[in-house]
């Protein structure tokens, strides 16, 4: 039996290692490319270790490196305060969600669920954001539209509350004369840990990954995340190619590399694949999926 | 049925009832006032799929262009081809994405040891990290005509090299591999989250009653994984006339000869209004996908739940 | 019946939501037209705008590939003159190539860019969408400096339906198609600059060349996949080339691109080379420029659009002599916001970009001392900081042509550009641009077929015939026959006019 058992383990394991190998290997060519001298790399196309090792690209980085850590500051700073606030507004509207107190609770669940099947589309929300609130070109713009609240994390976060706080908890506490809000955050939020971690998670994955809101609100460089500068230059690249530049003024050698582009992807990668074990046992407890009416 | 037995209660605690919803309603309000901001008003810029939009005029000053912003939609000849294509891929996606993330979920399930678990874990959520426009490069290091690892395996081993960015026949299955590789870690453990939730006890229970290994998954944890898959298979029948853009415009490099395998309704609709700037046509794209996608979740739910009111979404 | 009940009340809310909202965006939506219209019925009131003491603050959106970490910097000093002698004060926003056609078409819904560069998408669908402000009347009340600058005939290049649109701005209108070779190798073969090549000329030279330097591609694409940009068929204003004028625009008879023996003829050529090995295997999924991967000893060379500048590394060729397609004036050209809410100021801008010496340097070099340095011969060398670079990409600028020129384009660069403009043939439809909308649905259904064969047959990847025929078959069934027919009655009408 423990042969038998342990040949399975055996098995189990290999059958991880190839999976963790196919996941990874990807990744270690970009990092390789990203080590690899510039004229090797057109040369010799990628290679999982670098024939002519250089860090050119990464010094290209230092060099420009009050506008990267300029992109790290506000990658940083956006995810930490879209994080906070939008695991705080997640949280408030899920926890009553849950609760059987709460009227018309079918209406506010479809309420949420419709955002996931339909939206504006583009243009109309650009316009309510910027000509209503004019967030254009402000730190906000990255922050608040589209990432701070998704039905999805709420939906997951009322399934949550649903299986693992007891009733009889929030009963008793109530039972002693302590108000909702109370309720919330002396005896709900402790038992929540795992939940928070995990939407916190998910939450800060989409900041620290977006892009989308730089391209729709963001004009001024100075307000560039890291994925922002990433995009700008895969974009400027991709234009160049596709052969729509008019005129051939243009100086294409002033254009990032090959190399330089895989190593802004490696440095936006690096911090999460820091970050994310520290999570990783929470997060495995935090996520309930469950349906909309729950 | 939950709620009769409910009902009687909270007639008794009226008084403290309305306060109680009163402040469960006020915890509310930040996020009702987002997702009406955020979402429902721009929701009502819909109305620009069937107006021929005129920027000095904004939405609600433009002409009335009644259905004519969707005809495009279905004049060409690659109307029923983005659309199958579209269909396909997301078929094919939510049912081996689906069959890897509850595979990999029930070995991680099986396996022992706290370190190598860990590490399993964090090393498969990679992919997942990884923007798709990186992706796309990565994927031509591997399939480049002659500096790509495959064609160099293939050329090793006696085999001629492959002009894979020319011919659309490999395709959906590269793009089936790019898609499955990038979201594995992430949905298996979406998937492992809810397989440790499974009582230890029923598995104790079943081994005692000399159930072996496959008896255990087939009778206990894919039970216990029912509502969970049905959840997350239904949410996806949502989007199933949307695509990820990322991974169908810049995977394939934006080679033309692989348009009729890698077309989705979303990148035709892209490449077909950069020219125009159609805010109307784009709309009316997007709309139309709302729709059948929500048509598309009604119906799914409705079957779901005649067979299982349980698992339905709602 | 339960779900029924949910979704009642969850469409009754939405419906609900909706309608509140129509109301609030509605009166959005009309003040923007009300402010359109504005634009359109002050126009009288350009003259009388300069004698008011306010100086008002216009909004300039110009591409660039860059980082312009100083634009504000260049900005103050624009102001510290324009806010005296022309009323006026410019925020500059530099947009990123890559981003600007999604960036300006968001900017446009509303009021926030005033003044900006019409590039990437067709100027007609801008006209057509509304998002140009006409600008004839303010043209014809403009200072005699800047009527100085384009001729009634240039301007016509911008116009449509009799409206001026926008204002061309000052870059190469016509190109010079030729073969960009490695300096190196060209001299070891005896090819000089500027020397004239046939295609069979070019062939020869590159299967010596191969035969010589098998390690390196013979020829790569110019850029990307794209062989090269256009080359002796005009698009009409079109960039797909769907229905083209032959023979660099003499022959006015518009054809399917596809039947056209100019087309053929490349393409029987670079599909040779492809057989034989001589170009890039990848060339359709490339990614780089061509001349980086000359610069890198990948390629030998590759072919080129060009008019008088010149590419490190390389020596240039002419295989197609100068010509300017139909809508070179419009490819990039600067304009009004018709959303912009302050039009009047915006013009006074507009057109000191074009008549002011020390703005149009401010604006190309950035500081003196700062950004750059005057050389004796009167062309200017960077400094270290690389806060300002514009002038690298002056064709991008409204008008470079008072600016010093940088010393890697020598000192008559402008003169240079301008006699070059003038000199070069031009396409018979010089000036004419289609306007897809009368056949909007079967034009996107052709740019979806051109996009999937265009470059695959330049780029020789395809066999010719096959491809073509199957080509011509989804033409056909995607209606190329109605835009032929409707560009040829268009430009007929248009040379009938003129």
Same mark, same amino acid.
């Given at each position: ?294 | ?5 409910? !009902?009687?209660?909270?007639? @008794?605690?009226?008084?403290? %009832? ?5 402040? &469960? +309603? =006020? /915890?509310? #309000? ?81 396996? !022992?040891?706290?370190?190598? @678990?860990?590490?399993?874990? %964090? ?5 997942? &990290? +990884? =923007? /798709?426009? #990186? ?98 298979? &239904?949410?996806? /029948? ?77 | ?498």
């Amino acid at each position: 039996m423990t042969a038998k058992h342990r040949i399975g383990q055996g098995i189990l394991n290999f059958i991880f290692v190839l999976l963790c190998v196919a996941a990874v290997a990807p990744f270690l060519l970009l990092l390789s490319s990203s080590l690899t001298e510039e004229a090797t790399l057109l040369r010799e196309g990628y290679n999982f270790f670098p024939s002519k090792f250089s860090l050119e690209s990464y010094a290209y980085l230092m060099g420009s490196a009050s506008k990267i850590t300029k992109g790290y500051g506000i990658t940083v700073f956006v995810t930490l305060v879209g994080t906070v606030c939008g695991m705080l507004m997640t949280f408030l509207f899920a926890y009553p969600l849950s609760r059987r107190e709460l009227p018309h609770r079918t209406f506010f669940s479809f309420f949420v669920f419709f955002t996931m099947l339909f939206n504006g589309g583009l243009v109309p929300t650009y316009m309510m954001w910027t000509q209503t609130f004019h967030i254009r070109n402000t730190l906000w713009a990255l922050i608040i539209p589209g990432l701070l609240m998704n039905g999805f994390n709420i939906i997951m976060m009322r399934s949550f509350f649903n299986s693992s706080i007891p009733n009889e908890l929030v009963e008793a506490a109530r039972i002693d004369g302590a108000g909702e809000y109370r309720v919330l955050f002396q005896v709900v939020l402790p038992l929540s840990k795992p939940m928070i971690a995990t939407i916190g998670l998910m939450i800060g994955l989409r900041y620290w990954n977006d892009w989308t809101n730089s391209l729709y609100y963001i004009t001024d460089e100075n307000l560039y995340s890291i994925q922002a500068i990433l995009n700008t230059i895969i974009s400027n690249v991709q234009f160049l190619s596709s052969g729509q530049a008019i005129g051939s003024a243009y100086s294409a050698a002033n254009l990032p590399s090959v190399g330089i582009r895989m190593a802004i992807a490696v440095i936006g990668i690096i911090p999460i694949l820091c970050i994310y074990p520290f999570f990783q046992k929470y997060f495995v407890k935090g996520i309930v999926v469950g349906g909309v009416k729950g | 049925m939950a709620k009769t037995a409910v !009902k009687p209660s909270k007639k @008794k605690g009226m008084k403290g %009832t309305s306060r109680t919803s009163l402040a &469960l +309603i =006020s /915890m509310m #309000v930040p996020g009702i006032i987002y997702l009406i901001i955020n979402n429902y008003i721009p929701m009502a810029g819909l109305v620009v799929a069937f107006k021929q939009f005129d920027y000095a005029k904004g939405i609600w000053g433009s002409g009335w262009a009644g259905f004519g912003n969707f005809t495009y939609l279905f004049k060409t000849r690659d109307a029923f081809n983005i659309v199958r294509n579209t269909l396909l891929y997301n078929i094919v996606f939510i049912i081996l994405g689906n069959i890897l993330a509850i595979t990999v979920a029930i070995m991680l399930n099986f396996l !022992k040891g706290q370190m190598n @678990k860990k590490v399993y874990q %964090t090393l498969i959520l990679i992919p997942y &990290l +990884i =923007s /798709m426009v #990186v992706v796309s490069y990565i994927v031509y290091g591997f399939l480049s005509m002659d500096s790509g690892f495959v064609n160099k395996l293939i050329t090793a081993f006696g085999g001629t090299a492959v002009s894979w960015y020319t011919q659309a026949k490999y395709w959906p299955v590269i793009l089936t591999i790019v898609h499955l590789w990038s979201g594995f870690g992430y949905s298996s453990i979406v998937y492992y989250a809810t397989v440790i939730g499974i009582d230890s006890s029923l598995y104790e229970a079943a081994s005692i009653d000399g159930a072996n290994v496959w008896k255990q998954i087939w009778h206990i944890t894919l039970p216990g994984l029912r509502i969970t898959i049905i959840t997350l298979v &239904l949410m996806a /029948m949502g989007r199933m006339f949307y695509s990820d853009f990322g991974l169908f415009y810049q995977v394939p490099m934006r080679s033309g000869l692989l348009s009729s395998a890698t077309d989705t309704i979303d990148v035709f609709v892209y490449k077909a209004l950069t020219q125009l700037n159609d805010v109307g046509r784009s709309s009316a794209a997007g709309l139309l996908q709302s729709v059948l996608g929500f048509i598309m979740v009604l119906s799914a739910n409705l079957i779901v739940s005649k067979v299982d009111s349980d698992s339905a979404l709602f | 019946m339960k779900i029924r009940k949910f979704l009642a009340i969850a469409l009754a809310g939405a419906m609900t939501l909706s309608l509140a909202a129509c109301g609030g965006s509605g009166s959005a939506g009309s003040a923007g037209s009300g402010s359109g219209n504005a634009g359109g019925g002050s126009e009288s009131a350009a003259g009388a705008g300069e004698s008011t003491a306010e100086v008002e603050n216009v909004v300039v959106a110009i591409p660039t590939f860059f980082d312009v970490k100083d634009a504000q910097m260049v900005a103050d000093a624009i102001n510290a003159i324009s806010a005296e002698k022309y009323g006026v004060t410019v925020t500059l926003e530099f947009i990123a190539l890559g981003n600007w056609a999604q960036q300006t078409n968001l900017l446009l819904t509303s009021d926030e860019v005033d003044v900006l560069a019409f590039y990437q998408t067709p100027l007609t669908t801008f006209i057509k969408n509304n998002q140009a402000l006409p600008l004839e009347n303010y043209v014809a009340n403009a200072s005699d400096e800047f009527k100085a600058v384009w001729s009634d005939a240039e301007l016509q290049g911008t116009s449509m339906n009799g409206h001026i649109y926008s204002i061309p701005n000052l870059r190469n209108f016509g190109n010079i198609r030729g073969l960009d070779i490695d300096e190196n190798i060209a001299a070891e073969f005896g090819i000089e600059n500027g020397q004239h090549m046939t295609m069979d000329e070019v062939s020869d030279f590159l299967y010596a060349a191969h035969e010589k330097y098998p390690d390196r591609y013979a020829i790569v694409p110019q850029a990307g996949s794209s062989m090269v940009s256009g080359w002796t068929w005009d698009g009409l204003g079109d960039g797909k080339f769907i229905g083209v004028l032959e023979d660099c625009g003499q022959d006015l008879t518009v054809k399917n691109l596809f039947d056209t023996d100019d087309f053929r003829d490349f393409c029987s050529y670079t599909r040779k080379w492809y057989q034989d090995g001589l170009t890039m295997a990848d060339a359709l999924s490339n990614t780089e420029d061509g001349k980086n991967l000359i610069r890198a000893g990948k390629a030998v060379c590759c072919l080129e659009n060009y008019a008088v500048d010149t590419a490190e590394g390389c020596i240039r060729t002419i295989i197609i002599d100068p010509w300017a397609v139909s809508n070179s004036y419009a490819e990039l050209s600067y304009g009004i916001n018709t959303n912009s809410s302050k039009p009047d100021a915006a013009w006074k801008a507009l057109e000191m970009f074009y008549i002011d010496k020390d703005i149009c340097e401010l604006l190309t070099n950035g500081i003196e001392g700062t950004h750059y340095t005057v050389n004796e011969d009167g062309t200017t060398t960077f400094t270290e900081s690389d806060g300002y670079q514009m002038a690298a990409i002056a064709w991008v600028l409204p008008y470079s042509g008072y600016a010093h020129p940088m010393a890697a384009n020598g000192p008559t660069y402008f003169e240079d550009l301008i006699e070059f403009n003038n000199s070069c043939a031009k396409s018979k439809g010089l000036g004419f641009a289609f306007d897809s909308t009368s056949v909007a649905n079967q034009y996107t259904a052709c740019c979806n077929v051109m996009d999937k064969y265009y470059t695959a047959i330049m780029s020789g990847t395809v066999d010719l015939e096959s491809t073509i025929e199957q080509a011509n078959a989804e033409f056909e069934a995607a209606g190329l026959a109605d835009i032929i027919a409707a560009k040829q009655e268009q430009l007929d009408a248009f040379l009938a006019a003129q």
